[in-house]
C-alpha cells in the first residue's frame, strides 16, 4: 500500500512558476512509475506527466509540453513537477499517482494509488 501526499499548491499570477512535490510513504518507491493528472470541476481528470520508475523516461500532456517538467528522488521519496510559463487554463486540483511499471504510463485508469491533491490557482 502506498500513501501519496502532494504540496506545493499555490496562487501565482499568468506567466509565473510553481513546483508540487509529491512525497510517498509505504511501498517500494522506486518500483512505482509515477504521474500528475490534473482537474477542474465539471470536466474529466487530465493527463499532465509521467515518470518511469528509474527516471530515465517521461511522457507529457500535449497542453504542458515544453513548460512543465517532472522528476523524482527516489532517496527522498519524492516526484516533483515543475510548471513554467503557467497560463489560466493550468489553473486546477493537481494530482499524484503511482503504479507498480517500469515505464512511464500515461493512461489513468492504470493507476493505483492517487494523492488527496493540491489546488493550483493561476490568475491573468
Known amino acids: 500500500q502506498v500513501q501519496l501526499e502532494e504540496s506545493g499548491g499555490g496562487s501565482v499570477q499568468a506567466g509565473g512558476s510553481l513546483r508540487l512535490s509529491c512525497t510517498a510513504s509505504?511501498?517500494?518507491?522506486?518500483?512505482?512509475?509515477m504521474g500528475w493528472f490534473r482537474q477542474v470541476p465539471g470536466k474529466q481528470r487530465e493527463f499532465v506527466a509521467a515518470?518511469?520508475?528509474?527516471?530515465?523516461?517521461?511522457e507529457y500532456g500535449t497542453s504542458v509540453k515544453g513548460r512543465f517538467s517532472i522528476s523524482r528522488d527516489n532517496a527522498k521519496r519524492t516526484v516533483y513537477l515543475g510548471m513554467n510559463s503557467l497560463k489560466p487554463e493550468d489553473t486546477a486540483v493537481y494530482y499524484c499517482?503511482?503504479?507498480?511499471?517500469?515505464?512511464?504510463?500515461?493512461?489513468?485508469?492504470?493507476?493505483?494509488?492517487w494523492g488527496q491533491g493540491t489546488q493550483v490557482t493561476v490568475s491573468s
Open positions: 499517482a503511482a503504479v507498480l511499471s517500469v515505464v512511464a504510463i500515461m493512461n489513468i485508469r492504470d493507476y493505483d494509488y
Open positions: 515518470i518511469s520508475w528509474s527516471g530515465d523516461l517521461t
Open positions: 509505504g511501498g517500494t518507491f522506486d518500483s512505482y512509475s
